[in-house]
């Protein structure tokens, strides 16, 4: 019997599991987790990471804690995985990561909680003690309520049809019946842009042109150039900190007021420039 039991536990193979992603999967073992992508350039990406200290904790073997790291394991881990996949897939400019990730996801969670589970508890609850139904209608209006969001909001984001992986391929954009712009593939097996026509241009060659002036990137150049000039804009942009005595404006750069204390307008410090 110890022989047979011997022999059950050398068999036993280690537990996996894993979740897809934007052009490739995620797969977690129990000391890290792997994720295979492919990036714009047809290439196989892998990124690999070990798991936090949470994972090899004791809590993992508590019954109703255990719970909570799955949860926090689905979530989290699940939702950096689809992140580092989408930074993939945009390239180098369009790092979606820091602040603006946390915003868009606080944003996100809060829009779905509010919709799909607030407010239909709410209106049932409301329609039970208007009405005087029974708690079991109640849950069935607020099924119905729930069932009617998310057609609704399967309608609204259905309004196009995803263009083919290759370069050049579109689909045409609808509002309200009415062709408004395309959905345009401007490099193969990267997500799509939104084209819609200027004044006297119609979408045709409205899509030419961004075909045109797409080069290495997603996005077409001139607007790529254009927000690298605004970034670097930004960083010299100057100011007046204020006027002497001979009615001179102090003028301070913006990047050394950000990145040096020292150039605070309250210090009277820094490198400055008289301007009449």
Same mark, same amino acid.
């Given at each position: 019997?110890?022989? =047979?039991?011997?022999?059950?536990?050398?068999?036993?193979?280690?537990?996996?599991?894993?979740?897809?992603?934007?052009?490739?999967?995620?797969?977690? +073992?129990? %000391?890290?987790?792997?994720?295979?992508?492919?990036?714009?350039?047809?290439?196989?990406?892998?990124?690999? /990471?070990?798991?936090?200290?949470?994972?090899? =904790?004791?809590?993992?073997?508590?019954?109703? &804690?255990?719970? !909570?790291?799955? @949860?926090?394991?689905?979530?989290? #881990?699940?939702?950096?995985?689809?992140?580092?996949? *989408?930074?993939?897939?945009?390239?180098?400019?369009? %790092? @979606?990561?820091?602040? !603006? !990730?946390? &915003?868009?996801?606080?944003?996100?969670?809060?829009? $779905?909680?509010?919709?799909?589970?607030?407010?239909?508890?709410?209106?049932?609850?409301?329609? /039970?003690?208007?009405?005087?139904? =029974?708690?079991?209608? $109640?849950?069935?209006?607020? +099924?119905?309520?729930? #069932? *009617?969001?998310?057609?609704?909001?399967?309608?609204?984001?259905?309004?196009?049809?995803?263009?083919?992986?290759?370069?050049?391929?579109?689909?045409?954009?609808?509002?309200? +019946?009415?062709?408004?712009?395309?959905? @345009?593939?401007?490099?193969?097996?990267?997500?799509?842009?939104?084209?819609?026509? +200027?004044?006297?241009?119609?979408?045709?060659?409205?899509?030419?042109?961004?075909?045109?002036?797409?080069?290495?990137?997603?996005?077409? /150049?001139? #607007?790529?150039?254009?927000?690298?000039?605004?970034?670097?804009?930004?960083?010299?942009?100057?100011?007046?900190?204020?006027?002497?005595?001979?009615?001179?404006?102090?003028?301070?750069?913006?990047?050394?007021?950000?990145?040096?204390?020292?150039?605070?307008? @309250?210090?009277?410090? $820094?490198?400055?420039?008289?301007?009449?």
């Amino acid at each position: 019997m110890r022989e =047979s039991d011997n022999t059950i536990e050398e068999l036993k193979l280690p537990t996996y599991g894993g979740q897809a992603v934007i052009e490739g999967v995620m797969m977690r +073992g129990k %000391q890290s987790v792997a994720i295979a992508m492919r990036n714009p350039e047809n290439e196989i990406v892998i990124h690999k /990471e070990p798991l936090g200290s949470i994972y090899k =904790s004791r809590l993992v073997n508590i019954p109703f &804690l255990r719970g !909570l790291v799955m @949860l926090w394991d689905a979530l989290i #881990l699940g939702m950096r995985a689809l992140t580092i996949s *989408a930074n993939t897939q945009t390239g180098e400019d369009e %790092q @979606l990561e820091g602040p !603006l !990730l946390y &915003l868009t996801l606080g944003i996100s969670l809060t829009i $779905g909680i509010v919709f799909f589970f607030l407010a239909p508890a709410t209106i049932g609850q409301f329609v /039970e003690k208007t009405l005087g139904w =029974s708690s079991w209608w $109640g849950n069935i209006v607020e +099924g119905i309520i729930r #069932l *009617a969001i998310l057609v609704g909001y399967i309608w609204l984001v259905g309004k196009y049809s995803e263009p083919h992986v290759r370069k050049g391929s579109c689909s045409p954009l609808r509002y309200k +019946g009415m062709t408004v712009g395309a959905v @345009l593939r401007t490099r193969s097996h990267v997500l799509p842009v939104f084209v819609s026509p +200027g004044h006297l241009v119609d979408i045709d060659t409205s899509v030419q042109v961004v075909l045109g002036c797409t080069g290495k990137y997603r996005i077409p /150049e001139p #607007l790529r150039r254009a927000d690298m000039f605004s970034k670097k804009l930004k960083e010299n942009i100057s100011f007046c900190r204020g006027k002497d005595e001979r009615g001179c404006c102090q003028i301070q750069n913006i990047r050394e007021k950000n990145t040096d204390p020292s150039n605070s307008p @309250l210090t009277g410090e $820094g490198k400055t420039q008289q301007v009449r």
